[in-house]
């Protein structure tokens, strides 16, 4: 299969999946209930910097199936491949957003789901004062945990805000990695579609700092690339559906760094198998350089570490 | 003229010139061409022969009644392939002759410092002498490079074994060539032997026939081309990439306007150094100008572009009207595609038309002989009487204020160069085209085409290079291209960054990430040797033939027969090759079901004729696609 039928595959998982979710929440719910996410202004993010639309009920949502859609055009050229790819993560939020009808928390310690407007404003500053130099994305499931926590601590050590989605959250856990948004690691859920959350902090940060009009699809997509300095790690086995949403974040203008045997992209796609260099390539890759000064201390020392509380049995 | 210059050529600097030439009762190639019509049918089908003096003979194929045999007793099939044959011999020894006198160049180079070349390029000459095996370890500089030329000049007429650039051809395409017995051997030698075996009473079947015009065709691209283009880099430095200025707007009025017109560097390089001297610079001031300012053309004009930012006046077309405008001081021409016309065209301004070669001499003009041994005092000399002819401008003159800007020297090693900034150092190799190879098969381009050769008043001028140009970058195919096509592409901008926004998205990444244009101009049509290098290591990376790769040539106003040679040793390289001209061989039905059919199962390349360019892009693309669907990518 080429690597664009591979996207189109895995979109069209993602559309699946998403019209049985919203067809089973409008069976529950009925076609009136109200769709949001909690303390956000700017409704389903990804489809209002898309579309410009605010999506308020259940009906609304289904009409965000044809905007999934028209995104998958399965022609064999770059441009279709991308639209498909963000067409998944549509498919996604409108999955995501699901979870949350009827006032809900779906999610639960140590996973945050949706981030709030008032978290992305506050990590607005040391973004661009590159005090954050970057967003790393890591999603999947390392091949041990050692790996895991240190690819997660030496982001960590470099002030980048690091971002978890699948197995890989378990994986900090019995590594004992330190979460939370004070230690800049943020797992947000275990299901592939939660990586939404962090897809909409980004498109959040355009409609906030960039000033971009919601439905400017281009200039959104230009300012994510030329300003929000993430990075997609996929670890582990890559299904069609995982691809698909990488093609999104390559949309958005994020590189992809994974340890599986695919097509590479140049600049784009990219594979490192070997974990001592992960790091380092996915920071070229996003063109992110580190200036630091290491003080040779013992202990991990850097920003990230600022917010830390040392309990008593510490 | 029965119509309007809009139907004659697609650049609107002509239209000013050719309305000049009408008023100044100039002819020029389209009113010949006009002259000539209707042509002769039994010419443009291949079936007259002249090669005894029995004939002329023709074959008719319009009536029942006329003859279908030669006297000696030819057949169509045997007198098309005899002379399409002798075309491409004719087209492969312009090319390798060329190659000889850079070979040549490079040995008084290394031999002869009264010359003024010097070898620029040492690390390409070390790594050409290593690959011969030519002993480098504790060798001066200059043996290496008399070496290396001498070598070069054996490849000519070795009485034994075959050509060494033929190694670097991948392993299933030399097993394809030693098993049709084409292998080149000794380029001279497979020329001659189309020259014979095309003589009366010889060769007459015509699969055998072109079985040798396909050997000398290779000797062409895998041989004479290579040469004349790796020594070249060697002699005069490996093509960078920089932003040039194009077309007849880049002549000057206040300027000693010399034109170099020709093809090889050997001569173009000399008369670089020579308007840099400081005395004739000096002298033009004294004459009343503010300085000399050479322009190129055709592929001379490539060649000094590539490497020194020359700008490029104008393409083969364009001859003419460069002297029309009545500033242009000196024509300096050496060898191929100067058209004879040049002379009487000049007679009507001031312009002096120089020839320099003893190969190519034309009545009427001035002959100032140059001579390799002695270059940049020849070179000095023919300067001096450009810059000695401004004083004797007069009346009407006319510069045409288009030109467009555009990048241009994409040596092989200047696309890798360009595409090692696209790997990521920790986790790529360096050095490779595995940029490439990746843009490829994931589907972010779908291919890659050159557009090569001519200009052909067959096919409006410019029209066939560059509406085939934009409709490939359209649908995320690159494009490269030489000769004649590159002055064309650059002309219409498709060599400058804001092309662009005509490309699919795929190709525009790719544009912005290697910071390349599209369309990347890949030097004169000896240059073509570089297109086939890029094609074996992309297919060595890949790990399959040249035929594999999901690729294409294209000539769409083609015209010489060293188009010819290039389109047949394209084909037998494995590469599907458009054609926007029959060529003149449609009289024999076996003939051109051979090119156009049976060589595909032989080589993997074949020849398709469409002279629309959209619909050669329809073609191509498809090919190309269809080459995708084998490869699974």
């Known amino acids: ?314 | 003229m029965s119509c309007d210059f809009e139907c004659l050529s697609c650049d609107a600097a002509n239209y000013k010139l050719m309305e000049k030439a009408r008023n100044e009762k100039i002819e020029t190639v389209w009113d010949r061409a006009e002259a000539m019509q209707p042509q002769c049918g039994f010419g443009e089908m291949g079936l007259c022969c002249t090669n005894c003096a029995m004939g002329p003979c023709r074959i008719v194929k319009v009536s029942e009644d006329g003859p279908k045999k030669g006297i000696c007793g030819a057949d169509e099939d045997t007198i098309a392939s005899r002379n399409l044959a002798r075309s491409i011999a004719a087209g492969s020894s312009a090319h390798s002759d060329h190659g000889r006198d850079i070979a040549h160049a490079l040995y008084h180079a290394a031999k002869n410092p009264e010359s003024g070349y010097k070898v620029k390029n040492h690390k390409k000459l070390i790594s050409l002498a290593k690959e011969w095996g030519i002993d480098t370890e504790n060798q001066d500089i200059k043996d290496i490079a008399a070496n290396v030329a001498k070598t070069a000049l054996e490849e000519f007429g070795k009485p034994f074994g075959n050509l060494r650039f033929i190694q670097r051809a991948p392993e299933d395409r030399k097993k394809i060539w030693n098993k049709m017995n084409v292998t080149p051997r000794a380029i001279d030698r497979d020329i001659v032997e189309v020259l014979h075996s095309t003589h009366i009473g010889c060769d007459a079947d015509y699969r055998n026939i072109m079985t040798t015009a396909i050997r000398a065709a290779l000797s062409d691209g895998w041989g004479g081309s290579m040469i004349g283009t790796e020594l070249s880099d060697i002699l005069f430095g490996v093509p960078e990439p920089h932003e040039i200025e194009a077309n007849l707007g880049v002549l000057k009025e206040d300027e000693v306007n010399l034109v170099i017109h020709g093809h090889e560097p050997t001569l173009s390089e000399a008369i670089l150094i020579a308007v840099n001297d400081p005395e004739l610079i000096e002298l033009a001031k004294k004459q009343g100008a503010e300085g000399i300012n050479l322009v190129g053309m055709c592929c001379t004009g490539n060649e000094i572009a590539m490497r020194h930012g020359i700008p490029m006046a104008g393409n083969f077309f364009q001859q003419e009207l460069a002297i029309v405008t009545g500033a242009v001081d000196a024509m300096v021409v050496d060898v191929q595609c100067i058209m004879p016309a040049l002379s009487q065209v000049a007679k009507c301004y001031h312009t002096k038309l120089i020839t320099t070669s003893p190969k190519a001499k034309i009545p009427g003009a001035i002959h100032m002989q140059f001579n390799e041994e002695e270059a940049i005092e020849s070179a000095k000399r023919i300067v001096k009487e450009a810059v000695m002819n401004f004083k004797n401008r007069q009346g009407n003159i006319f510069i045409p204020q288009e030109k467009s800007k555009g990048f241009v020297g994409y040596s092989n090693e200047a696309i890798i160069n360009a595409l090692d900034k696209v790997t990521n150092s920790t986790a790529h190799p360096s050095g490779t085209v595995k940029p490439l190879a990746d843009a490829i098969k994931s589907g972010v381009l779908r291919g890659a085409v050159a557009i090569v050769g001519c200009n052909n008043h067959k096919v409006l001028h410019d029209k066939g290079h560059v509406e085939l140009a934009k409709e490939l970058i359209k649908n995320d195919v690159l494009v490269v291209t030489t000769g004649c096509g590159a002055y064309a592409c650059i002309k219409a901008g498709l060599m400058s960054k804001e092309a662009r926004g005509l490309c699919g998205k795929g190709l525009a990444t790719v544009c912005e990430l290697v910071n390349i244009p599209p369309v990347l101009h890949m030097g004169s049509c000896v240059d073509i040797s570089r297109i086939l290098l890029l094609l074996s290591e992309l297919a060595k990376f890949m790990n399959v033939d040249i035929k594999d790769l999901p690729v294409a040539g294209a000539a769409p106003e083609w015209m010489s027969e060293k188009a010819l040679s290039i389109g047949t040793y394209v084909v037998a390289s494995g590469v599907y090759t458009m054609l926007g001209v029959a060529p003149q061989v449609t009289g024999s039905d076996n003939l051109t079901r051979f090119l156009t059919n049976d060589v595909k199962d032989i080589y993997g390349g074949y020849f398709d004729i469409e002279s629309d360019p959209k619909e050669a892009a329809k073609k191509i693309i498809s090919c190309i696609e269809e080459k995708r669907k084998i490869l699974s990518i």
Not at chain 1, 113 to 131: A, C, H, K, N, Y
């Open chain 1, 1 to 314: 299969m080429t690597l664009f039928d591979i996207i189109f595959t895995g979109s069209e998982q993602a559309l699946e999946a998403c019209k049985s979710v919203l067809e089973q929440t409008i069976k529950e719910y009925g076609e009136n209930e109200k769709v949001s996410f909690p303390n956000t202004a700017y409704s389903l993010p990804t489809i209002y910097a898309a579309t410009g639309q605010k999506i308020n009920t259940l009906a609304d949502l289904k009409g965000a199936i044809g905007v999934i859609e028209s995104l998958i055009v399965k022609e064999q050229n770059l441009e279709k491949a991308l639209n498909a790819g963000l067409a998944t993560a549509v498919a996604a939020e409108v999955i995501e957003a699901c979870k949350y009808v009827g006032g809900k928390n779906p999610y639960e310690e140590p996973c945050v789901g949706f981030i709030p407007d008032t978290v992305i404003r506050s990590l607005g500053v040391p973004l661009v004062t590159g005090d954050i130099p970057g967003v790393a994305v890591v999603i999947g499931e390392a091949p041990t945990a050692e790996d895991a926590a240190k690819v997660i601590k030496d982001y960590q050590s470099k002030g980048i805000l690091v971002t978890l989605v699948g197995k890989i959250i378990d994986q900090a856990i019995e590594s004992k990695v330190k979460m939370g948004l004070e230690f800049r690691v943020v797992p947000l859920g275990y299901d592939v579609t939660s990586v939404t959350h962090i897809v909409s902090f980004a498109i959040r940060a355009a409609l906030i700092f960039g000033n971009i009009k919601p439905g400017d699809l281009p200039e959104l997509l230009k300012y994510t690339k030329e300003r929000v300095p993430a990075f997609v790690n996929a670890l582990g086995p890559l299904s069609e559906l995982v691809v698909s949403a990488g093609a999104g974040a390559i949309a958005l203008g994020f590189p992809v760094i994974t340890d599986q045997d695919v097509q590479e992209v140049p600049m784009n796609l990219i594979v490192q198998k070997d974990y001592d260099k992960l790091v380092q390539t996915s920071l070229e890759a996003r063109g992110i350089k580190i200036k630091i000064t290491e003080i040779p201390i013992p202990v991990g020392f850097a920003p990230a570490f600022e917010g830390e509380r040392v309990r008593k049995d510490e």
